[in-house]
């Protein structure tokens, strides 16, 4: 937790250096200009032996992020060797639903990575930018708080509960009008025509209607390939986003779906979705699964 930047740098630079000195590897995923700050305070020679990543790009869908962390990991880790991270998902500006997924992320991050890996994680958190119900979940998502009281355990801790909680909890409404389909096992056809279009209408370039289109597409199939029946889509188009549901009554037990690298067919499903949409939101409840995906205009 940090209250300017004098704090952001004060907890941040020292665990680096401490990595460093101890031969760990270290990525750093944090927005510009913060992540030149840390550069600039490293010096080039230590800043050269960390791995930057832009969290604005990679946090952009927040699913994409544990993969990163993943890859890092297997990349980097040997003979037991400690590693070191610090990434930053939320920041103040964020789209609402983007830091709603960024919190079920942060979750899921406790259960991500092998207990017994030696990684250290560190996740800033802007407490004068951010409002105060950001910072309180993220009391319930880490298990130890470090701000300028210093390192304790956090009291409000949830662990695994936490995370059951906001997978199965309904996504908000869609907001306005929208339009839906039902899909079957013998009728998908019309899907991909049914979102390109309206997509493209509402303001979407053809190249992205028609990706968005295709991850409708597999989603479905994904429903009905999970022994769904039938699904619907509904499509919202809104002045700054076009966004898709896609519906059906089957459940997901592991929140982790689509949030692990994969080296399979990038086309299917989740993992696509991820690739091409600017966010994609995953619940499963006890009457069904939804996928939101979103392409912001």
């Known amino acids: 937790m940090w209250r300017d930047l004098d704090d952001f740098l004060a907890g941040t630079v020292p665990f680096i250096k401490d990595g460093l000195a101890a031969e760990e590897p270290v990525m750093v995923a944090v927005i510009e200009?913060?992540?030149?700050?840390?550069?600039?305070?490293?010096?080039?020679?230590?800043?050269?032996?960390?791995?930057?990543?832009?969290?604005?790009?990679?946090?952009?869908?927040?699913?994409?992020?544990?993969?990163?962390?993943?890859?890092?990991?297997d990349a980097e880790?040997?003979?037991?060797?400690?590693?070191?991270?610090?990434?930053?998902?939320?920041?103040?500006?964020?789209?609402?639903?983007?830091?709603?997924?960024?919190?079920?992320?942060?979750?899921?991050?406790?259960?991500?990575?092998?207990?017994?890996?030696?990684?250290?994680?560190?996740?800033?958190?802007?407490?004068?930018?951010?409002?105060?119900?950001?910072?309180?979940?993220?009391?319930?998502?880490?298990?130890?708080?470090?701000?300028?009281?210093?390192?304790?355990?956090?009291?409000?801790?949830?662990?695994?509960?936490?995370?059951?909680?906001?997978?199965?909890?309904?996504?908000?409404?869609?907001?306005?009008?929208?339009?839906?389909?039902?899909?079957?096992?013998?009728?998908?056809?019309?899907?991909?025509?049914?979102?390109?279009?309206?997509?493209?209408?509402?303001g979407l370039t053809a190249e992205k209607a028609a990706a968005l289109a295709v991850a409708v597409h597999e989603l479905a199939q994904s429903s009905l390939h999970r022994g769904s029946a039938s699904g619907v889509v509904r499509i919202s188009c809104q002045q700054h986003a076009v966004i898709c549901d896609v519906q059906d009554e089957t459940r997901i037990s592991d929140p982790l779906t689509g949030r692990r690298p994969t080296a399979a067919d990038q086309r299917k499903g989740l993992a696509f979705a991820n690739q091409v949409c600017d966010l994609v939101q995953l619940r499963s409840t006890?009457?069904?699964?939804?996928?939101?995906v979103h392409h912001w205009i």
């Not at 490293?42 to 791995?51: F, H, N, P, Q, Y």
């Not at 830091?99 to 990575?113: K, R, S, T």
């Open 33 to 73: 200009p913060r992540a030149a700050m840390i550069r600039e305070a490293l010096g080039k020679d230590d800043a050269d032996r960390v791995m930057f990543v832009d969290m604005a790009e990679l946090g952009r869908n927040p699913a994409k992020i544990i993969p990163a962390w993943r890859e890092f990991l």
């Open 77 to 202: 880790s040997s003979a037991g060797r400690p590693l070191r991270g610090i990434g930053e998902p939320i920041w103040a500006g964020r789209r609402p639903e983007e830091i709603l997924e960024c919190q079920l992320h942060e979750a899921l991050l406790n259960i991500a990575v092998d207990p017994d890996t030696p990684f250290w994680l560190v996740c800033p958190y802007d407490t004068g930018g951010l409002p105060p119900v950001v910072i309180e979940e993220a009391h319930r998502s880490h298990p130890a708080i470090f701000d300028a009281d210093g390192y304790r355990g956090s009291a409000a801790y949830a662990g695994r509960p936490h995370i059951d909680v906001i997978f199965a909890t309904e996504l908000p409404p869609l907001a306005g009008p929208f339009e839906e389909i039902t899909f079957t096992a013998d009728d998908t056809q019309g899907l991909s025509m049914f979102v390109a279009v309206r997509a493209h209408a509402a």
């Open 286 to 292: 006890s009457t069904g699964t939804t996928v939101r």
